[in-house]
């Protein structure tokens, strides 16, 4: 094609580009064919030859939502973008906040690792654990979106498992209704965790405050508190949830979730 001249009338002759180098120059032409680098100026007369002119300096944002576009004549076009030109063409990745990590903690507010501490008994690998282990592993579940663990806890003659003649459908329908719960309802924190024997033999009652608030549109009532006391019976050895007293009118349709 045209050669173009400096200043010093020194000839630009043809160049050999490696085929990479090529791509990328390629990629860049297409870019900076949208913006006017460098304007012609007028030919003289009786020269073919274009000639350059002396530039007006204007910058441009390239970045990401830059609207600037130079159109005047004899202008020319300095491109800014974030990490340079060929970095942001080349670059796949996507700009924008780092995630969060997922905290490794136990949701019980034990301070422990979660596998280590609720996730023992979520595992089934547990069948010492103690009443306030079970309900701070209870609380964990719905937390987790574990209702499975919520049957696994209660005891089989809790009224939980009572209210079906089969008690393969009266699991299905606890797990249900755990599954349903876990779905709307956001458990924040348990606290004030208290244990006291019974008058029965293996039996244990264990009083505790929980922080929960409605999912979506519910939550914008705020945080509200259940206080529970809950009593746990043994049964082939194990401790295992068997129902739960309200000690506050605002827990009274949460009885017995954890």
């Not at 995630?99 to 136990?106: F, N």
Request: glycine share 10%; charged share 25%.
């Amino acid at each position: 094609g045209t050669r173009y001249r400096t200043s010093h009338a020194v000839p630009l002759g043809p160049i050999a580009f490696p085929p990479v180098a090529c791509t990328m120059a390629y990629t860049v032409c297409q870019i900076c064919a949208r913006v006017p680098v460098v304007a012609q100026g007028r030919a003289g007369a009786g020269n073919n030859t274009p000639r350059v002119t002396a530039p007006t300096r204007k910058t441009v944002n390239l970045s990401r939502g830059g609207q600037d576009v130079a159109s005047a004549r004899g202008t020319s076009v300095i491109a800014h973008m974030k990490k340079g030109m060929l970095a942001g063409i080349m670059d796949d990745g996507v700009d924008g906040p780092t995630p969060a990590p997922v905290s490794t903690k136990c949701p019980c507010g034990s301070g422990g690792e979660y596998d280590t501490c609720c996730g023992v008994l979520h595992s089934g690998s547990a069948d010492d654990a103690t009443p306030e282990a079970i309900v701070r592993a209870r609380f964990s579940a719905y937390v987790k979106n574990l209702p499975k663990y919520i049957t696994q806890s209660t005891h089989p003659g809790s009224k939980d498992l009572q209210r079906k003649d089969d008690p393969v459908e009266a699991v299905e329908q606890l797990e249900k209704d755990a599954a349903a719960t876990m779905k709307t309802v956001n458990f924040t924190a348990i606290k004030k965790i208290k244990v006291t024997d019974g008058k029965e033999k293996d039996e244990q009652f264990a009083s505790y405050e929980v922080a929960y608030k409605g999912a979506g549109k519910k939550g914008r009532q705020g945080a509200q508190t259940l206080a529970e006391r809950s009593r746990y019976r043994k049964h082939d050895g194990r401790w295992m949830y068997f129902d739960a007293l309200p000690l506050n009118q605002s827990s009274t349709k949460m009885e017995g979730q954890i």
